[in-house]
């Protein structure tokens, strides 16, 4: 059973949109909740992160919105450009545990 | 500031070889993640060292796979007999003392086994 769950493997916005990657999780005990991004040939790269007492995390044109409730999370991409261009790995781990779950990923494809 | 340095990029190896991969950490971080990344399964974790030592190997194929870290420097990754199954990328990652939750990758090596 996925831990974490992506509900899209890809998605194609128009450059300028806002590009909306959603993200859902199992475990209540998850309170830690990085985002991932990885360009072709490269490892994936701490994008942003929230901690489950935050609801929203803002930096630039990258937010998260967080439903503890729900389970559930989602990453804003505003003004995308096609550099965002890639695939986005959702995350999660509880406090103080080194093993880090993650998603299946959502290619991102943005058109000029 | 390098980030983490993983050699070589890329290996082909022929059914029955073994693969020896290598990992050079950030400086000063503690902890030490080794992941195989595929189309299929994602990333699955594979293994984690503290302070050099192992502290879960729990997602390694038992029979075939070895992962050591016999300094703070680097780590290797071994798998002995390899399979065509065996072809992923990789991944390395390292994590600074109390964020262990915060991992930083390398480039990964993307292996093909023949």
């Known amino acids: 059973q996925q831990q974490v769950r992506q509900s899209s493997q890809s998605l194609t916005v128009w450059e300028g949109e806002t590009a909306i990657l959603n993200c859902s999780y199992e475990?209540?005990?998850?309170?830690?909740f990085p985002w991932y991004q990885q360009f072709p040939g490269e490892g994936p790269a701490l994008l942003i992160a929230?901690?489950?007492?935050?609801d929203k995390k803002e930096d630039g044109r990258f937010t998260i919105f967080f439903n503890k409730r729900e389970k559930n999370l989602s990453l804003h991409i505003k003004d995308s450009q096609p550099g965002d261009s890639a695939t986005y790995f959702c995350?999660?781990?509880?406090?103080?545990?080194?093993?880090?779950?993650f998603g299946k990923g959502t290619h991102l494809h943005v058109l000029p | 500031n390098a980030g983490v340095i993983q050699t070589p990029r890329h290996k082909v190896t022929g059914k029955g070889q073994e693969a020896t991969l290598w990992c050079e950490p950030i400086?000063?971080?503690?902890?030490v993640f080794w992941y195989r990344q595929t189309i299929v399964q994602g990333l699955e974790f594979l293994t984690y060292?503290?302070?050099?030592?192992?502290?879960?190997d729990s997602g390694m194929p038992k029979e075939r796979f070895s992962a050591q870290m016999p300094n703070q420097s680097h780590s290797t990754l071994k798998i002995q007999s390899t399979q065509p199954q065996d072809s992923a990328v990789y991944l390395c990652?390292?994590?600074?003392?109390?964020?262990?939750?915060?991992?930083?990758f390398g480039p990964g090596t993307r292996l093909l086994v023949l």
């Open positions: 400086s000063g971080h503690s902890a």
């Open positions: 929230i901690r489950s007492v935050s």
């Open positions: 990652a390292s994590s600074p003392r109390d964020r262990e939750d915060t991992q930083y």
């Open positions: 475990n209540s005990a998850f309170d830690y």
């Open positions: 060292f503290r302070n050099q030592a192992p502290i879960d």
């Open positions: 995350a999660a781990s509880d406090t103080n545990a080194y093993k880090v779950i």
